[in-house]
């Protein structure tokens, strides 16, 4: 089992930017292909962004353009830039392996955009 711990979440003011991690617990992360998730209230969870193991990346297309998925294999840590950030962008945010696995999810990090 993989276990992951997301941070860097909080309040940000629309046009600001965040940095969120992950970090995986096992040595072997970087054979994993791993994603971003969201899930806003009352909404279905849904992939933002994933990176291959060799570094091939891709993007729902809301965030095409201002958000930048990136890892380091030598921290197992994982990472989603957010820039330009709209109101429509708060949800609480999740990495798992992608695809997403059942026993992958941890407890998320709230991004809330707002003025």
């Known amino acids: 089992q993989v276990q992951l711990v997301e941070s860097g979440g909080g309040l940000v003011q629309p046009g600001g930017s965040l940095r969120l991690s992950c970090t995986a617990s096992?040595?072997?992360?970087?054979?994993?292909?791993m994603g971003w998730y969201r899930q806003a209230t009352g909404k279905q969870r849904e992939l933002v962004a994933a990176?291959?193991?060799?570094?091939?990346?891709n993007y729902a297309d809301s965030v095409k353009g201002r958000f930048t998925i990136s890892r380091d294999n030598a921290k197992t840590t994982v990472y989603l830039q957010m820039n330009s950030l709209k109101p429509e962008d708060t949800a609480v945010y999740y990495c798992?392996?992608?695809?997403?696995?059942?026993?992958?999810w941890g407890q998320g990090t709230q991004v809330t955009v707002s003025s």
């Open positions: 990176i291959s193991s060799r570094g091939s990346t």
């Open positions: 096992r040595s072997i992360f970087s054979f994993y292909d």
């Open positions: 798992n392996l992608y695809p997403s696995r059942r026993d992958g």
